[in-house]
Every structure is written in C-alpha cells, then in structure tokens.
C-alpha cells in the first residue's frame, strides 16, 4: 500500500516535470496561424526549428527585436516574407519580454510532434 501512494507522488512529479520543461509560456495563441507538420496561417513549427537549430538560436533572434532580415524563415522564402508584418504584431504582444521561454516552447512542440 505504502509503495502505491509513492508511485503516486512520483507520477505526480513527473507529470509536473513535464508540464515545465516548456516554460510558462503559453503557446495557446500561437495555435490560431501554427501547427506542427504543416503550414497553416504562418509556417509549419517544424520548418521553424529546422531554419534555426537550437532555440537558443531562435531567442536570440528575438532579444535582437525579431528584425524580418535576421529572421531564417522569412529571409529565405517570399510568401513568408511578404507576410512578416502579421508575426511583427504577434511578437510584439506576445513573445517579447517571453524570449528564453517562447524559443523553448516551440522547440519542445516540435519534439511533441503538436502545439
Ligand atoms: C495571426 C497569425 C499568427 C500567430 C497568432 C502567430 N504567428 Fe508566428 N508567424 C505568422 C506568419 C504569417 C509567419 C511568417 C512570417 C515570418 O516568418 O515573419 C510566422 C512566423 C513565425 C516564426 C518564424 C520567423 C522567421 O521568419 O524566421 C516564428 C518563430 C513564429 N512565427 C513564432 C510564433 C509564436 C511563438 C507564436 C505565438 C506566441 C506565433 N508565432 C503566433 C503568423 C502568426
């Protein structure tokens, strides 16, 4: 019985563990234009962490201010390009002063295969 209610607690933890390991940022909004394996409003996630790497990269592209010239999608395709101003907002309300988590975020639904 003992060792029951310890795997309990241990099965809690974990799951809180693996809640955290995204941050606090909540990718909720991002949901309404991103998907994982496919484009949808802006690109697929996947082809996002493929363009950056690591989301250290990444969150260093948004504690630089997200310029559409430093960023890897948008400067290697014209559709995305001409559609940047639409993640300018969004980064602006959602994703600055967030920059560490955000990066971390998308890298750990990428690796969940879902947003
Ligand atoms: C209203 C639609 C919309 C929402 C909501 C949105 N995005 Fe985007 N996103 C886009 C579009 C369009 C692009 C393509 C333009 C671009 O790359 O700047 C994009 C591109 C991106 C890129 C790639 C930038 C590049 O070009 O390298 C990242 C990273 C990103 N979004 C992260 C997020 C995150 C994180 C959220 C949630 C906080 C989010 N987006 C919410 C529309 C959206």
Request: glycine fraction near 10%; aromatic fraction near 8%; proline fraction near 2%.
């Amino acid at each position: 019985m003992k060792s029951i209610i310890v795997s309990m607690f241990v099965a809690a933890g974990l799951m809180v563990a693996g809640s955290a390991m995204a941050g606090d940022f909540n990718t909720g909004p991002c949901k309404a234009c991103h998907a994982v394996g496919k484009d949808v409003v802006g690109p697929d996630w996947k082809t996002v962490a493929t363009a950056y790497g690591d989301a250290k990269t990444l969150a260093g592209v948004f504690k630089s201010g997200f310029k559409v010239e430093d960023r890897k999608v948008a400067a290697s395709n014209a559709k995305w390009k001409g559609q940047a101003a639409t993640m300018t907002t969004m980064f602006n309300s959602n994703i600055k002063g967030h920059e560490d988590d955000a990066a971390a975020a998308l890298f750990a639904a990428v690796a969940a295969g879902k947003i």
